[in-house]
């Protein structure tokens, strides 16, 4: 017989549901800015804001501070997102599931522009999140 629950009592990973619309418009690349204001709730289109802020090769603290703004966009849509999903703000949430990308993205930019802005509790508290979630995602 095969139980669906974890006997230490960790709860189910939490699994957000796919927005094929928005993963179509990325996928055919639309600007992540479009993406994001037709679909302001996805975290994957604010990830793609944040990375591409987060990556311009002249790294200025603006591109930072841009980078900053978008991801904890995107985090707190996510959040939203999770906590309809069932999340009660811990447990699982594997980036094996693809919807749940945008989401742990987000975090892992919050965190790194945290740190560059000397932000260090943040980063420190979105480093330990991303371990919750899943820590393959940390080392």
Known sequence: ????????????????????????????????????????????AWAAL??????????????????????????????DALRRNGWKGFGPVPWSHEPNRGFLRCVTVL???AGAIGEHDEQDRCTQLLRDCDPSLVP
């Open 50 to 79: 944040a990375e591409e802020a987060l990556n311009r090769t002249e790294r200025q603290l603006p591109d930072t501070i841009e980078a900053y703004a978008y991801a904890r966009t995107g985090y707190h849509r996510g959040l």
């Open 111 to 113: 965190a790194a522009a």
């Open 1 to 44: 017989m095969t139980h669906s629950h974890n006997l230490l009592g960790e709860p189910d990973p939490t699994l957000l549901p796919a927005n094929p619309e928005a993963d179509g418009e990325l996928a055919a690349g639309t600007p992540a800015a479009e993406v994001a204001a037709h679909h302001p709730t996805v975290s994957a």
